[in-house]
């Protein structure tokens, strides 16, 4: 990851596009294999896609290019961006609410909320 693509400018590019319940959490006391997670609610499928189309070019703007995107299906409701050491999670409410990450990170730093 570059300079340019810290976990809090992520977090605070998808609030500029209107990303819902925005949260950075430092899970490294839950999991290994990643440092943060991003978790951000888009108010609908197409809001979902925006999101997830406006951030790739945020993100290869700012140094990281080649990200592609898990749950790119036009129906999908989550979709998830694998930078490394951050994670980032766009969900509709009804998946936030099904799949409830927040609830499994409870006890870790939140770092970030809006």
Not at 10 to 28: F, H
Not at 42 to 71: C, F, M, S, Y
């Amino acid at each position: 990851m570059t300079k340019n693509t810290d976990p809090k400018k992520i977090s605070l590019m998808l609030v500029e596009e209107l990303a819902e319940e925005v949260k950075l959490i430092n899970v490294e006391e839950k999991i290994t294999w990643t440092k943060n997670f991003i978790i951000a609610t888009a108010q609908n499928k197409t809001h979902l896609r925006t999101l997830r189309d406006n951030a790739k070019i945020w993100l290869k703007k700012n140094g990281l290019e080649g990200v592609i995107p898990e749950g790119s299906e036009a129906e999908s409701e989550w979709s998830l961006l694998d930078l490394g050491d951050t994670i980032i999670h766009l969900m509709t409410p009804a998946a936030r609410d099904y799949w409830d990450i927040d609830g499994l990170l409870e006890g870790c730093l939140i770092v970030y909320e809006s």
